[in-house]
Structure formats: C-alpha cells, structure tokens
C-alpha cells in the first residue's frame, strides 16, 4: 500500500507543485492529454467560483453574515477570478504548442494556482466599497452580454451541425423542432402567468412579448428563399433551439428582477396556495 501511495502521490505532487501536466496517477485509469487535463481543471476552477458566488448569495448566509456575503461580495469573488484568468492570459500571449517553455504554467503549478486565486479573492474583500460595486457591475453587464453573443454563436452552430448530421431523418427533424418550440410556447404561457399581474409588471410584459416577437421573426427568416439559397441546411431547427434558448435568458433575468411582487413565491406554490393574491404581494417589512 505504501509503495502505491507512493507511486501516486509523485504524480500529484507534480501536478500540483510543478510545470507536469494534471494526469491520473494509477495505470488502471484512462489517461488524457495535457489540454484535456488542464481543461478539466480549469472547469473545476470555475465550477468552485461558481458555487462559492451561488453560496455567497443565499439569503440566510446574507442575514447571518450580511457584512461578508451578498451581491457585492459576488462581485469580488468574479473580479478576483477575472482579475486571475487575466493575467494568465497575458501569460500566455504567443504559446501555440505545449512545447512553448509557458506551456507549463498552462498545464501544471495547480496548488500555486488556487492559492494565487484565494489570495486575491481574499484581497478583493479589502476593496472598499461603494465605486467598486458600480464599476463592476457595468463590467459585468458588458461581460455578460459578450458572452451571451458567444453563447448564441456556439448554439447556432451547434444547431446547423445537428441540422446536418440528420439532414436525411426528416421525422427527427420537425419532431425536434416542434419539441422546442413547444417548450417554448409553454414558457411564454408560464411566464405571463406567474410573472405578470394584471395592473403591474410592465416590464416583464414588454421583454416577453417583446423575445416573442423577434422569435417568430427570427423563425419566418430561416424559412425564407433568400436565406435557403445562401443557407440551405438552415432551417427551422436553428431557430427553434435559438427561440428555446431566449426563453430560458428571459426567465433568467425575471427570476433575478429585485421587484418581488412581479416573482412567484414558490414556497408558497410548491405548498399548494397557487392563488395569485398569495405570489404577487410583496413582503411586508419587519420594522
């Protein structure tokens, strides 16, 4: 047993403390790349940054700790993340193979990593607040709009080579585009329903019906002759995983309106009372 430790602590060591590549240290596992390696590392990375800001937001940590957790301190958590994979990416200007002396820093050091990112996790929490807050939040809305343009190119083409990989299976095709956009009409129903009130929440009405629109829109397009001569694998299915995926953006930024009365109380739901008198009331305050 020791000398299977051993044998597997070398690895690890080496992985963590210096420029090896993350690899399984037992022969018995299937071995991968050192992109793969690192690219599940750095996924882990983001995963942990993610549930530490998801935790960081639960609203009986804020009541309990409302001096180290909420919005704000989410905001330090993703500048100090930002603030990381920034630098390792001036690091790695110029590095187009893993022969590249950098390559290392890519691929291993991945104690040194964690430890670099907690301390300036921690060293954000020094930054006084106020400006930072509102800085950071228009460099949030700019991050996130660039990334949700991203998303919809990575989606897009997804979806055109779903297209083309059953271009012969004609039935999978209208039943996938009909699922979507199935799910998707019943989205816009759910939404009306739970998230609008008839004299309130005006801007809810205009953004769904508003994504609605240009989703019929955008669907008309794909069809369209124009579009079929310069594209002729688009079609329907793009747009109906485009039109799912909009609806999904729409709930995402309902359920994170900080308009209470315009949000389901979905204790409430999940208990029976669906009435909307009992969802659509705001909370009355303590004092």
Not at 123 to 140: D, H, L, R, S, T
């Amino acid at each position: 047993m020791g000398s299977v430790l051993g044998l597997c602590s070398a690895p690890a060591l080496a992985c963590c403390c210096g420029s090896a590549a993350c690899s399984l240290c037992c022969s018995a596992c299937p071995s991968c790349k050192n992109s793969t390696s690192s690219r599940i590392m750095y996924a882990i990375m983001l995963l942990l940054g993610t549930v530490v800001c998801c935790i960081m937001l639960s609203p009986g940590l804020q009541d309990a700790l409302s001096k180290a957790v909420g919005y704000l301190a989410v905001y330090r958590m993703c500048f100090a993340m930002t603030m990381f994979f920034f630098a390792m990416a001036i690091i790695m200007i110029g590095v187009k193979s893993s022969k590249d002396p950098r390559a290392g820093i890519q691929n291993g050091f991945w104690a040194f990593k964690y430890l670099i990112l907690i301390g300036i996790a921690i060293g954000a929490f020094f930054i006084p607040g106020g400006e930072f807050g509102q800085i950071w939040m228009y460099f949030g809305m700019i991050g996130g709009f660039l990334f949700i343009i991203i998303q919809l190119v990575l989606i897009i083409d997804f979806a055109h080579s779903w297209a083309e990989s059953w271009v012969d299976k004609y039935c999978a095709l209208l039943s996938s585009s009909f699922i979507n956009y199935a799910l998707s009409i019943t989205a816009v129903v759910l939404f009306y329903v739970y998230y609008t009130t008839p004299n309130d929440c005006s801007l809810h009405k205009f953004f769904i019906s508003f994504n609605l629109i240009i989703c019929v829109i955008v669907s008309i397009v794909s069809v369209h002759p124009k579009i079929q001569e310069a594209q002729p694998r688009s079609g329907l299915l793009q747009a109906s995983v485009i039109t799912l995926y909009t609806m999904y953006l729409t709930w995402s930024a309902m359920t994170n309106s900080p308009n209470s009365a315009c949000k389901p109380d979905w204790d409430q739901i999940m208990g029976g009372n669906t009435s909307s008198s009992s969802y659509h009331q705001p909370e009355k305050s303590s004092c």
